[in-house]
């Protein structure tokens, strides 16, 4: 049994948990994250995960000096160089959102990695980064403290100063994460910073839940991130305190003793589900239910955990999603592994959990802390992240660094396991549950259910085996070049039938940038050599494109189209159709003007569909009528009606919408002519010998196709062997689309198409970081 088969039976058996709530679910369609060890990589997040793979990181005392670490800490025993890093902490894309390298060094690194994070997660839903006017997209992130600001920028006496009071505070300040990305992807929906510490991004995703359930927003980003410069690598250790004796996290273990600082940010994209399915999204996991609570003054202090607050939280996002306690199979805790958060932790969950579930499996329990550390502000997202990954894979990821339980944990009183290993999932009452937990400094709880993602239930379309035309753009040729090789790459591997998807999502899920490449390619075909990337040209796109239609070339030529393409093949048979009355006594020559008329009128039917809307028309014979028709002069039935050498009945010629030119010597096509039959009816027959020959028109198009019985792009290109006419016409919508002509494609040829994780923006990053000062002096008292 197939995957998505076993998926559809897990997930029947589950109706009756919870899934009649499914109009209060909420899709994650997309995730973009850069996490130290994974960077931007979802798949090596997940090979990290899997494995136990610890992203801690040690560091050197001349490391540690040469950041600017007082000797006096470096050498304190008590102090611990330890922290899960990200290896391009200090670099970042300032080309592809639009700041200058002044500006860049300015912001918050934690700001900088949300801005990418966000870019990568939409680009991962197969929506366009940059929103078009009128989308309700809202924002729910949070960053931590700004300690570049205090460790670095703030010493920089010049760089403030030149900053001045304004560019420091908007660059710097907590208020403006949000913001700052609504503004830079042109999101219109609410924008809204979310601060309460450790819980900070699971509060975003639970705000952001509400804002899709009442309707506010149609789509949210949800996230944060938090990041220190190298001046923070490492903590001090205090008994029974936060941090470890060792830099290691070894939550639940008898031997935990407290974690270490990480650093890093994600994002997640979330949908109502229905409107994912409608929308034929990608949908990674579901969230069922979220509740954010505070511990008020119930607990020890201000800083301490307290039992009833977290149990309350995470009561009450299970009865939000009418989900059965007994139905989880795992926890993804808050795992500090202090001597009192575990037990504590593990107290709410038995009061909630209960200590027996009858037959039903136990519940694991899951610590990201225990390979990565502690993430701050970042570390419910990125669990969240973590979860939705298991739940995909239907893997339970094992606890880094676990032995033996720490027995104040009393998991043999509970419904709770602790997996040490990745072992497969299994599903309770039909389905895959899981349960994420994040409690912040001063008492704010939250706790969000998450599910498997419910199987396809639209029928799709079956389509046969076509060429698809692949589209890649970027801020820069090298980046350009580096996005059409990635998408080369994961076309070698991609299955057949995935192929239209791919190029669906990379065609309107991408924002259109200067630089540009394509690549056609066939299902199962040998990869062909890459063209060059492009920059747009803003004068070639205002000039647009003519077409010479020739009336030229093998009818038999564009056989593949016609089998391939339903529109194309239902203009072809509207034409043919017209000779049936007159069976035998269809003369030759009455068949060739029809077919010739009718493939020139597919060609710019088809070329229609796919954005281009000529600005200047001409043609020869045959493909002289099929330019009035495509000018809109008259309709495709009356064109047939002249092509069979009758005068329509009901002639009502209509203003040409591009400019017709007849061939011989570029002179327009008055009026007059444009509005007689006999004019077209004699076109049929003028002398041509189907040679490419455009007129010298004012003002010129930046460029001509060639449209006979196939299309031919004349752009000072040399292609690739294409293997069918049809490719070489995606191939001219290719070249014409590099020059900036071209338009949205028609969107009933992309029913039944999905938005799928596709080859992601090639981030350029450079390093935008300041030192800190080398003296005293130069420092702000």
């Known amino acids: 049994m197939s995957d998505d088969q076993d998926r559809g039976q897990d997930q029947e058996q589950g109706q009756d948990q919870g899934q009649g709530h499914g109009q209060d679910r909420i899709a994650i369609v997309g995730m973009g994250i850069r996490l130290p060890g994974a ?13 136990g793979v610890e992203s801690i990181s040690f560091f050197s005392r001349e490391q540690l000096l040469g950041w600017g670490v007082p000797e006096e800490v470096a050498d304190n025993p008590n102090f611990i160089p330890a922290r899960a890093v990200l290896d391009d902490y200090d670099h970042f894309d300032h080309r592809l959102f639009g700041y200058s390298p002044q500006d860049a060094v300015l912001m918050d690194p934690q700001q900088r990695i949300l801005l990418e994070c966000a870019w990568g997660a939409l680009e991962h839903a197969g929506y366009p980064p940059i929103g078009a006017d009128g989308n309700r997209t809202a924002v729910y992130v949070g960053t931590g403290m700004n300690v570049y600001l205090l460790d670095i920028l703030w010493p920089n006496v010049r760089a403030v100063k030149s900053a001045g009071g304004l560019g420091v505070l908007t660059s ?6 949000a913001t700052r990305i609504a503004y830079k992807l042109n999101l219109q929906g609410a924008a809204f910073s979310v601060q309460t510490a450790c ?5 975003a995703i639970h705000l952001a839940v509400q804002s899709l359930l009442t309707y506010e927003a149609d789509m949210v980003l949800a996230g944060a991130a938090s990041s220190g410069p190298p001046t923070r690598r490492g903590h001090f250790y205090a008994p029974g305190g936060t941090f470890s004796r060792d830099g290691h996290c070894r939550t639940f273990d008898v031997a935990a003793d407290g974690t270490a600082d990480a650093d890093g940010g994600a994002v997640l994209v979330l949908k109502r589900l229905e409107d994912a399915i409608r929308d034929n999204d990608t949908v990674h996991a579901v969230i069922a239910g979220t509740a954010a609570v505070n511990d008020g003054a119930r607990k020890a202090g201000f800083t301490a955990p307290g039992v009833e607050g977290q149990a309350t939280t995470i009561r009450t996002a299970l009865a939000a999603g009418g989900i059965d306690p007994d139905s989880i199979g795992l926890i993804e805790t808050h795992g500090t592994a202090t001597p009192l958060g575990d037990p504590i932790e593990l107290a709410a969950l038995r009061s909630v959990f209960g200590t027996d579930r009858g037959d039903r499996p136990k519940a694991a329990l899951g610590a990201l802390k225990s390979i990565m550390g502690h993430l701050d502000t970042a570390a419910g997202v990125a669990a969240v992240v973590k979860t939705v990954l298991a739940l995909k894979h239907r893997t339970i990821p094992p606890v880094g660094l676990f032995t033996a339980p720490n027995p104040a944990l009393e998991l043999e009183k509970s419904v709770f396991w602790v997996p040490a290993t990745a072992t497969e999932w299994p599903t309770i009452d039909g389905v895959r549950r899981a349960g994420v937990s994040s409690f912040g400094i001063g008492g704010t709880n939250t706790h969000i259910v998450l599910e498997e993602a419910p199987p396809a239930t639209t029928p799709r379309r079956p389509r046969r085996p076509a060429s698809e035309l692949l589209l890649v753009s970027a801020r820069t040729e090298e980046a350009a070049t580096e996005s059409l090789a990635r998408v080369d790459s994961f076309l070698a591997d991609l299955p057949p039938a995935e192929l239209g998807d791919v190029a669906y999502t990379l065609r309107t899920g991408r924002t259109e940038l200067p630089w540009r490449g394509f690549t056609v390619r066939m299902p199962e075909e040998d ?4 063209l060059p990337v492009r920059r747009t040209d803003p004068q070639a796109a205002e000039r647009g494109v003519g ?66 809307r000529p600005v200047a028309l001409t043609g020869n014979g045959p493909g002289a009528v099929a ?3 495509t000018a809109g002069v008259f309709d495709f039935a009356t064109g047939i009606e002249l092509a069979l050498g009758r005068r329509p009945s009901d002639w009502r010629p209509a203003a040409p919408t591009a400019r017709l030119y007849a061939p011989a010597d570029g002179a327009p096509v008055t009026a007059a002519q444009a509005a007689d039959p006999d004019y077209w009816a004699s076109r049929f027959d003028e002398p041509g010998d189907g040679t490419f020959a455009p007129p010298t028109v004012d003002p010129e198009p930046a460029t001509w196709l060639e449209i006979g019985t196939q299309v031919f792009p004349h752009l000072g290109v040399e292609l690739p062997e294409m293997s069918s006419a049809y490719d070489r016409m995606l191939a001219a919508v290719g070249l014409l689309w590099q020059l900036g002509i071209g338009g949205p494609w028609n969107e009933e040829g992309d029913r039944g198409r999905s938005r799928v994780p596709a080859p992601g923006y090639p981030f350029a990053p450079t390093r935008h970081y300041l030192e800190i000062p080398a003296t005293a002096k130069e420092r702000h008292l």
């Open 172 to 177: 710097s300040d907590k208020d403006y994460a």
């Open 199 to 203: 819980s900070t991004s699971l509060v």
């Open 547 to 612: 077409y010479h239609l020739t009336g030229g070339g093998q009818l038999p030529g564009c056989g593949h189209c016609y089998h391939i393409d339903a529109d194309f093949r239902r203009i072809i048979d509207l034409g043919y159709a017209a000779l049936r009355p007159l069976g035998e006594d269809a003369d030759p020559a009455t068949k060739e003007r029809v077919g010739r008329f009718a493939v020139a009128m597919a060609w710019t039917d088809a070329l229609g569909r796919r954005g281009l």
């Open 39 to 51: 960077g931007r990589d979802l798949d090596r997040y997940w090979h990290d995960i899997k494995n």
């Open 627 to 629: 330019a009035a028709c």
């Open 527 to 530: 990869l062909k050599p890459l």
